[in-house]
């Protein structure tokens, strides 16, 4: 007979996907950095980078809160998001509307971080874990203001170039 599951292996299995997808996501945000054409843009994900490395640490600690070693799941969904980001790069390279195909790629991430992020800390919340709850908003915190500012990098100049044609 099959163990039943409780939230506290619901919350292990997901904190799981998402360590996983955070390392994804790592190995991703250079390739996205050089495929940028503008400067802000390589720059952004560049310093997201950075801020993913700190996000995995929390993770870490989050783990280390359980007892548990820091192992990731695969995660399908975030695999098919980078993939998609991948085909963008591909398809739109040298192109105006590249850019603008990257932030909606990389806010297809921050989406899919947010809600994440948003189930475990409401779920640590639920199981009185504290410390974890406290982790898992400093990145939810971090993933919402990461997804303003692409909305912004968005609206300020990459929609615009992406609507014009490249001389040819």
Not at 26 to 34: C, G, I, N, Q, T
Not at 141 to 158: H, M, N
Not at 161 to 167: E, F, I, L
Request: with cysteine; charged share 30%; net charge negative.
């Amino acid at each position: 007979m099959a163990t039943e599951k409780t939230l506290n292996d619901l919350f292990l299995d997901t904190l799981k996907d998402i360590y996983f997808a955070e390392k994804q996501i790592l190995k991703a945000l250079p390739k996205m950095a050089r495929a940028a054409q503008s400067e802000e843009g390589k720059a952004g994900f560049l310093q997201h980078r950075d801020e993913t490395q700190g996000q995995i640490e929390r993770l870490e600690q989050v783990f280390e809160l359980l007892g548990k070693p820091a192992r990731g799941k695969t995660c399908e969904a975030i695999q098919g998001i980078l993939a998609e980001g991948e085909e963008i790069m591909e398809e739109y390279k040298g192109t105006a509307a590249l850019d603008a195909g990257l932030i909606s790629s990389a806010q297809a991430v921050e989406h899919y971080e947010i809600a994440r992020y948003g189930t475990l800390k409401s779920w640590a919340n639920q199981l009185g874990m504290k410390e974890a709850v406290s982790l898992l908003d400093a990145t939810l915190q971090e993933e919402i203001a990461t997804d303003r500012k692409l909305s912004v990098l968005a609206e300020g100049s990459a929609n615009d170039k992406g609507s014009q044609k490249t001389a040819s």
